[in-house]
């Protein structure tokens, strides 16, 4: 059992800290958002993650909440930063919040005998890392407090089973820091815990690579690691395009070339892109520490590009079926970058809603989980609506833009009911085979929008 403290509250740090407690680590959880912590020191719990709020239930004695950093940081072995860093105007990454919890925490530091390690779970530029050590340089402070990067790769809505079964644990740093971070994932590493009924252990998992490199790779492998899956998707957005315009199927090409193990099956779904607090911010934070180092990283520059525009196809295929939406009555469902989160930052949606107003169409929107934090943020007259009902009555296209599960119980029959005209454009290619046939379906990638079998595998 160790001391950590976690720094940031977020989907990051609140699952890291409530994930290293469940492990049997003593944490205090530090955030300066004061009706955060009070939400949480009443138990409730600020984002939804599906999980989450067992997983802390079944740790609760092990975890505290709190805003001071005086007791997060007198009894720590290990303090975490898990603070936001989001894009500037240039792509570059935020570090007013990570610089400004570690300038704190530092000042905490002096004076403490005990050695603490300073892990940075934040995803940030290469050298961050040398940037705070400078920082404990100049307080003298560095026979005591030591590195480390740990760059984090959970998904949202998948947070808690991606903490307890991660494909890998990567360290940067030096041999103290690093032995110190082994024995803090040791339970993890090995696998040596009971796993909980609402997260339970993949088929397979019996330990978990812990990969120890320097501070710069661990640091760049993070963005590499989005980066690349960034392109697959926009990779396969552009055959999805290629498909549309030849007449072929991406659902299927993506199948065959999913068969050979070295491009994979996953993040070959072809639709409207890539949204949410990571694969954008990220991309484009590639970029710019590539550029301002003296490398033009064209192919990542493609891949934002193509990604920037593959959302407003969803509007073209609308204008191809209904000509102009000056005053068409559209539904859009779905807010969230992707089901199972509630977080709406960078979500297609968004610029989605907002061509269609600028087009005229009067816009009814719903999501299951997200309407009233997205509120603020959609353009006036957009009527949000708690019903997916409301939202399609009436209208003469359902644009799907979140693939949540609700949307699969509506009925064909419902849907011609409801709509003054069925024509249903799936921003995800997620319900090709309910209604392709029965409807106007059209799909990103998927030729006149039938429904085809897929491809046969002969014996
Ligand atoms: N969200 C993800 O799925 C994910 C996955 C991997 C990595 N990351 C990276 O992890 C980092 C955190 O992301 P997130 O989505 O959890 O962010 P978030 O915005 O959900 O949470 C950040 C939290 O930090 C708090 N904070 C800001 N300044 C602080 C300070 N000085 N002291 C204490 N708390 C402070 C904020 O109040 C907020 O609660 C980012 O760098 C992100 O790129 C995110
Ligand atoms: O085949 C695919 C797969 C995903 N997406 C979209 O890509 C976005 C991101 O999806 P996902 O990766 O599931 O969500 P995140 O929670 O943003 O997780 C990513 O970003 C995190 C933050 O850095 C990393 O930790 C994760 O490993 C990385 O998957 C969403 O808009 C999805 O709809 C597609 O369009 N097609």
Redesign the pocket.
């Given at each position: 059992m160790m001391n950590v403290s976690v720094i940031g509250t977020g989907?990051?740090g609140l699952t890291t800290g409530i994930s290293l407690a469940f492990l049997g680590h003593r944490v205090t959880c530090v955030d300066i958002d004061e009706r955060k912590i009070d939400g949480l020191k009443a138990g409730l719990m600020p984002i939804y993650e599906p999980g989450l709020e067992d997983l802390l239930n079944s740790s609760e004695e092990r975890i505290r909440f709190t805003t001071s950093y005086e007791a997060a940081v007198s009894e720590a072995e290990v303090l975490i930063f898990a603070v936001g860093t989001p894009a500037n105007e240039d792509g570059s990454p935020n570090l007013t919040y990570l610089f400004g919890a570690a300038d704190d925490v530092i000042s905490h530091l002096i004076g403490k005998e005990t050695p603490t390690v300073l892990v940075n779970k934040s995803?940030v530029p290469v050298g961050t890392a040398d940037t705070i050590a400078d920082k404990i340089k100049a307080f003298g402070l560095e026979d005591r407090v030591s590195i480390a990067s740990n760059?984090?790769?959970?998904?949202?809505?998948?947070?808690v089973a991606?903490t307890l079964y991660p494909e890998r644990v990567v360290v940067g740093g030096g041999d103290a820091a690093v032995q110190t971070l082994r024995r803090m994932y040791e339970v993890l590493v090995e696998q040596r815990f009971e796993a909980p009924s609402f997260a339970p252990r993949p088929e397979g998992v019996e330990a978990v690579p812990f990969m120890s490199v320097d501070l710069r790779s661990a640091e760049l492998a993070?963005y590499a690691?989005?980066a690349f899956?960034?392109m697959?998707?926009s990779f396969?957005?552009e055959i999805a395009n290629v498909c549309d315009a030849v007449g072929a199927d991406v659902r299927r090409v993506a199948d065959i070339i999913g068969t050979d193990a070295r491009i994979g099956k996953?993040?070959?779904?072809?639709?409207?892109?890539?949204?949410?607090?990571?694969?954008p911010k990220?991309t484009r934070a590639l970029h710019h520490i590539a550029d301002t180092n003296g490398y033009d990283f064209k192919l990542l520059a493609a891949v934002i590009e193509v990604n920037g525009a593959q959302k407003f196809k969803l509007i073209e295929k609308a204008r191809e079926s209904l000509g102009s939406l000056q005053g068409k009555r559209i539904a859009v469902l779905g807010l969230t970058?992707?089901?199972g989160?509630d977080?709406i930052r960078?979500?297609?949606s968004l610029p989605i809603i907002e061509e269609l107003v600028r087009e005229g169409a009067e816009v009814r929107v719903h999501d299951p989980i997200a309407l009233e934090k997205s509120r603020p943020q959609l353009p006036v007259g957009v009527q949000a609506c708690v019903s997916v009902q409301e939202a399609l009555l009436g209208a003469e296209a359902a644009l799907l833009v979140?693939?949540w599960p609700e949307y699969a119980g509506i009925g064909a029959e419902q849907l011609k009911a409801w709509m003054d005209r069925p024509l249903w454009i799936d921003g995800?290619n997620a319900f090709a085979d309910q209604y392709g046939q029965e409807l106007e379906y059209r799909g990103v990638g998927i030729r006149g929008g039938a429904s085809r079998q897929p491809a046969h595998v002969h014996p």
């Amino acid at each position: 059992m160790m001391n950590v403290s976690v720094i940031g509250t977020g989907y990051v740090g609140l699952t890291t800290g409530i994930s290293l407690a469940f492990l049997g680590h003593r944490v205090t959880c530090v955030d300066i958002d004061e009706r955060k912590i009070d939400g949480l020191k009443a138990g409730l719990m600020p984002i939804y993650e599906p999980g989450l709020e067992d997983l802390l239930n079944s740790s609760e004695e092990r975890i505290r909440f709190t805003t001071s950093y005086e007791a997060a940081v007198s009894e720590a072995e290990v303090l975490i930063f898990a603070v936001g860093t989001p894009a500037n105007e240039d792509g570059s990454p935020n570090l007013t919040y990570l610089f400004g919890a570690a300038d704190d925490v530092i000042s905490h530091l002096i004076g403490k005998e005990t050695p603490t390690v300073l892990v940075n779970k934040s995803t940030v530029p290469v050298g961050t890392a040398d940037t705070i050590a400078d920082k404990i340089k100049a307080f003298g402070l560095e026979d005591r407090v030591s590195i480390a990067s740990n760059p984090e790769f959970l998904r949202q809505g998948r947070a808690v089973a991606d903490t307890l079964y991660p494909e890998r644990v990567v360290v940067g740093g030096g041999d103290a820091a690093v032995q110190t971070l082994r024995r803090m994932y040791e339970v993890l590493v090995e696998q040596r815990f009971e796993a909980p009924s609402f997260a339970p252990r993949p088929e397979g998992v019996e330990a978990v690579p812990f990969m120890s490199v320097d501070l710069r790779s661990a640091e760049l492998a993070k963005y590499a690691a989005n980066a690349f899956l960034a392109m697959k998707i926009s990779f396969i957005n552009e055959i999805a395009n290629v498909c549309d315009a030849v007449g072929a199927d991406v659902r299927r090409v993506a199948d065959i070339i999913g068969t050979d193990a070295r491009i994979g099956k996953s993040f070959l779904h072809a639709g409207i892109g890539y949204g949410g607090s990571c694969f954008p911010k990220d991309t484009r934070a590639l970029h710019h520490i590539a550029d301002t180092n003296g490398y033009d990283f064209k192919l990542l520059a493609a891949v934002i590009e193509v990604n920037g525009a593959q959302k407003f196809k969803l509007i073209e295929k609308a204008r191809e079926s209904l000509g102009s939406l000056q005053g068409k009555r559209i539904a859009v469902l779905g807010l969230t970058f992707k089901p199972g989160t509630d977080d709406i930052r960078e979500a297609p949606s968004l610029p989605i809603i907002e061509e269609l107003v600028r087009e005229g169409a009067e816009v009814r929107v719903h999501d299951p989980i997200a309407l009233e934090k997205s509120r603020p943020q959609l353009p006036v007259g957009v009527q949000a609506c708690v019903s997916v009902q409301e939202a399609l009555l009436g209208a003469e296209a359902a644009l799907l833009v979140t693939e949540w599960p609700e949307y699969a119980g509506i009925g064909a029959e419902q849907l011609k009911a409801w709509m003054d005209r069925p024509l249903w454009i799936d921003g995800r290619n997620a319900f090709a085979d309910q209604y392709g046939q029965e409807l106007e379906y059209r799909g990103v990638g998927i030729r006149g929008g039938a429904s085809r079998q897929p491809a046969h595998v002969h014996p």
